[in-house]
Structures are given as C-alpha cells and as structure tokens.
C-alpha cells in the first residue's frame, strides 16, 4: 500500500503546473516575394500538422507535458523553420499560461480551458 501512495504523489508531482508547459512561436517573416510567401505558408502549415494552434496570425502555441517533449518539438520546428525572418520560441509553466489575460473588443474572454491531462498508474 505504501509503494502505491508514493507511485501516486510522484505522478502529481510530474504534473505540476510548474512542470507542465506551453510553446509559443512568435514569427514575423517576409512575404513580398512568391516563394517567401509560400515559405511562410509552409511554415504555418508545419506548426499546425506539429499540432499548434493559432493564437494570432503570427502567433502558435503548444501544450508539453514535459521538458523532453518540448526540446523535441523546438528541434522539429527549428527544422521547419524558412529562410528569411524572425522567430521566437518561448516556453512558459502551465501556471503562467492560467493567467493569460485576452480581450476581445475591448471585453475580457473567459480563460481557455487547458488540455485535459491523464494520470497513468
């Protein structure tokens, strides 16, 4: 019964909200060009199939259970990346993404709802 309560707390403690975490791409890439243009389509396109959403235009994020899956995924959007702009890639806590503001004509929308998560004993 002991090694079942500590299975337990070590699987709450894995998904904390300060472990748990999210990955924005913020981009600003050039598109005066056809084939810049089509780069950064392609590159739209890449951080959807990776499974982003779009929060702006510009603007992808992701939810990573962990820091493994996060480092993974930056190496498969740093190689989805196109030739020309600016992309930023940050990372913050699931704690920090609970108190995201976003205003939507000047009214404050309700918070996203976070991704269910599953605990496997």
């Given at each position: 019964?002991?090694?079942?309560?500590?299975?337990?707390?070590?699987?709450?403690?894995?998904?904390?909200?300060?472990?748990?975490?999210?990955?924005?791409?913020?981009?600003?890439?050039?598109?005066?060009?056809?084939?810049?243009?089509?780069?950064?389509?392609?590159?739209?396109?890449?951080?959807?199939?990776?499974?982003?959403?779009?929060?702006?235009?510009?603007?992808?994020?992701?939810?990573?259970?962990?820091?493994?899956?996060?480092?993974?995924?930056?190496?498969?959007?740093?190689?989805?990346?196109?030739?020309?702009?600016?992309?930023?890639?940050?990372?913050?806590?699931?704690?920090?993404?609970?108190?995201?503001?976003?205003?939507?004509?000047?009214?404050?929308?309700?918070?996203a709802?976070?991704?269910?998560?599953?605990?496997l004993?």
């Open positions: 019964m002991v090694r079942k309560k500590a299975t337990t707390q070590k699987a709450k403690k894995s998904l904390s909200g300060y472990r748990l975490m999210w990955m924005i791409v913020m981009f600003d890439l050039p598109v005066g060009e056809k084939h810049e243009r089509k780069a950064a389509h392609d590159f739209r396109l890449a951080l959807l199939d990776e499974g982003f959403s779009m929060a702006q235009f510009s603007v992808y994020f992701r939810f990573c259970p962990g820091q493994a899956m996060a480092d993974a995924l930056a190496r498969r959007v740093t190689a989805a990346l196109p030739e020309g702009g600016k992309v930023d890639v940050l990372y913050i806590t699931d704690r920090q993404y609970e108190n995201i503001q976003s205003y939507r004509q000047k009214r404050l929308e309700p918070a709802k976070n991704p269910d998560q599953f605990v004993l």
